[in-house]
């Protein structure tokens, strides 16, 4: 958000008392102006371009959706690990790199909400912002309907777990743009650790880690991955557990973002 926005916001959040209803209004006046400081910049038009340019790419191009001969969109979530390990980054990046950066931080941070209220907020704009896109995917579904008689709870399924794979990206970039003002570092950390989530479950890994790592280590090293929950929203099942991981990575990062936030305040 701009300086502006704080002065538009801080009345906003002014009024009212400490309950759990005022706190829920809080972080709705936060998610709705840094959801419209997206639309207000030509940025945010040409991530979606980009987004959707590089989906009908790896869909159709790579992933070989005509050559396939079936009804599904298998060749459009497989890619979505891959597409949003670069383009996640670049949207979390700025989250709180950009606070520091203007100094805005102490003022948000000053007005009567607490940390986690703006943490909550900031959070759920830059999620919406990402469903937007994903939901602007909708010919593909229209498509594949056209051509052939798809399991539609499947492709649901895909998609709730393709905007749960983005949270948990977006968490882990807003968790390393706390750490630094420089949003380029915090773009490079937030790829890092994400591809490591890819990565961690992945066979090669796994099968170097066996040679000189006990199997006890090699397994909490390969739950990490989100590949194996998130392919299980691709087959159409939505299994607890795999949102239970989701939910968790998402938790634990905005947590730390949190205690990251606290102790720049503290300094």
């Known amino acids: 958000m701009s300086v502006e926005q704080r002065a538009t916001v801080a009345p906003t959040v002014a009024a009212g008392g400490g309950d759990y209803g005022q706190a829920v209004r809080h972080v709705a006046t936060i998610a709705k102006r840094e959801l419209s400081g997206y639309f207000t910049s030509p940025v945010a038009y040409v991530f979606i371009v980009i987004f959707l340019l590089l989906c009908g790419f790896f869909t159709f191009m790579v992933g070989k959706f005509f050559q396939r001969g079936e009804a599904s969109l298998t060749a459009f979530f497989i890619w979505h690990p891959w597409l949003y390990l670069f383009l996640v980054p670049a949207v979390g990046m700025r989250l709180w790199s950009e606070e520091r950066r203007l100094g805005t931080m102490e003022l948000l941070l000053t ?7 703006a943490i909550v907020g900031k959070f759920v704009a830059s999620w919406l912002f990402l469903g937007i896109g994903l939901v602007l995917t909708f010919p593909l579904v229209l498509t594949v309907a056209y051509l052939g008689s798809p399991d539609l ?50 066979p090669p890994v796994t099968d170097m880690l066996v040679q000189w790592a006990k199997p006890w280590l ?28 989701f939910v968790l990575v998402m938790t634990f990062c905005l947590f730390t973002t949190g205690v990251i936030i606290r102790s720049h305040r503290a300094g």
Do not use: K
Not at 111 to 117: D, F, L, N, V
Not at 226 to 231: A, K, L, N, S, Y
């Open 111 to 117: 007005m009567p909400i607490t940390a986690w209220q």
């Open 153 to 202: 709870g499947v492709i649901f399924c895909g998609y709730v777990g393709s905007l749960l794979l983005a949270g948990a990206y977006l968490a882990v970039s807003c968790m390393t743009s706390a750490l630094t003002r420089n949003q380029v570092v915090s773009f490079i950390l937030s790829v890092v650790i994400c591809l490591f989530l890819i990565l961690a479950g992945w």
């Open 218 to 245: 090699v397994d909490a090293v390969a739950s990490f991955s989100v590949m194996p929950h998130f392919e299980s929203f691709q087959r159409g099942v939505i299994d607890s557990r795999d949102l239970l991981y």
